[in-house]
């Protein structure tokens, strides 16, 4: 990798993800891009305005840079998405198309990150296998399978050098999420610390996959970097690091702030999102194909989230 493009990277994932490859492959190596635009102060190295969707935007960024891989972010999330599902179809599969067209004129490799949304009600649903039944019901799960089947496709019909992994809901404290089901496991924090209380959208025995953004980020560069004859899928990985429930994480917050409440107001459009999903995934192949392994839990996540949030917002 020595020049980089990424989309849609002023979203959670993105504002991370950027710093962290700007410092492993240098400032000038790594291009921003998105629809979303910086105010002019906190331009710190290279951005683009790339609407993804557009072909001609992709394809001039990709030249002008001489970028050579692409992390494709840009996308609309799953409680977003089932909003405004026609605009998550364009987005999501209109973005990873011109991305994947542009790659293989250009020889890009790409990185696409799936989802837990990718795996339906059908699918087993505790320690869900890597090759399994997909058949999400939500418009951002067909997406995000419709992309991996896509970029699969790329490397056998093209040798565009994909490759993904399904991640959890991922929790952070940089960027706010950005309208997905599992977008509870970060709000908790900010209100556990704002106000001592949260209202929680989910119902108290929700299971679901998470993952702490250091985690998800050594992720990403991992499977880029990963020997390419090691790896007998490419998209996409299934990787974890805990899981856990609504009531699960208000516990382990109460440990650090004893009266913190939790109550429940449960959306019914977000809960039939997330009982569509799995409780747990299998990440066995990712473990064994490229040595993935996560480095944080619910306890070391619930205290290194409340420092740095505490931190954070003491200064606004
Ligand atoms: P986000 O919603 O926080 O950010 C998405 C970004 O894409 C935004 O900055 C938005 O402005 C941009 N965008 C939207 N439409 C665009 C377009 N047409 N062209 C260019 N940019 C556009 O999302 P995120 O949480 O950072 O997720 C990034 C990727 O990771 C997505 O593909 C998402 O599906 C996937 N993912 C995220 C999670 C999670 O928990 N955050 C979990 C699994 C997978
Ligand atoms: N966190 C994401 C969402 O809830 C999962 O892909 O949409």
């Not at 070391?300 to 954070?312: A, G, I, P, V, W």
């Amino acid at each position: 990798m020595k020049k980089i493009l990424v989309t849609g990277a002023l979203g959670q994932i993105g504002s991370e993800l950027v710093e962290a490859l700007r410092e492993r492959y240098g400032a000038d190596s790594v291009v921003a891009s998105d629809i979303k635009m910086l105010p002019a102060s906190d331009v710190d190295g290279p951005f683009e305005f790339v609407d993804c969707t557009k072909l001609h935007q992709v394809r001039e960024a990709v030249n002008r840079h001489q970028i050579d891989t692409i992390f494709h972010l840009a996308a609309l999330l799953s409680a977003v998405g089932e909003e405004k599902p026609q605009v998550a179809w364009d987005v999501n599969m209109g973005g990873i198309y011109k991305v994947l067209e542009v790659a293989r004129q250009s020889g890009c490799a790409v990185f696409f990150p799936s989802s837990i949304a990718a795996f339906g009600p059908t699918t087993p649903a505790v320690a869900t296998p890597q090759d399994t039944i997909q058949r999400p019901t939500t418009i951002y799960g067909v997406t995000k399978v419709s992309g991996e089947l896509l970029c699969d496709y790329y490397w056998q019909r093209f040798g565009v050098d994909t490759r993904g992994v399904r991640f959890p809901g991922l929790i952070s404290h940089v960027a706010k999420p950005g309208g997905g089901t599992t977008d509870y496991a970060v709000e908790i924090f900010y209100e556990a610390i704002r106000n001592r209380r949260y209202r929680c959208g989910l119902g108290p025995d929700t299971r679901l996959d998470m993952m702490y953004m250091p985690d998800a980020l050594r992720a990403v560069v991992e499977v880029m970097e990963a020997e390419p004859e090691r790896l007998t899928h490419r998209n996409s990985f299934n990787v974890t690091a805990m899981n856990f429930t609504p009531e699960e994480l208000a516990a382990e917050i109460r440990r650090h702030i004893p009266e913190f409440a939790m109550e429940y107001e449960i959306n019914p459009e977000l809960q039939k999102i997330a009982d569509s999903w799995p409780d747990s995934i299998d990440d066995r192949e990712a473990r064994s194909q490229w040595g993935w392994a996560p480095e944080y839990d619910l306890e070391s996540m619930t205290r290194d989230m409340l420092e740095r949030l505490e931190d954070k917002l003491s200064h606004q």
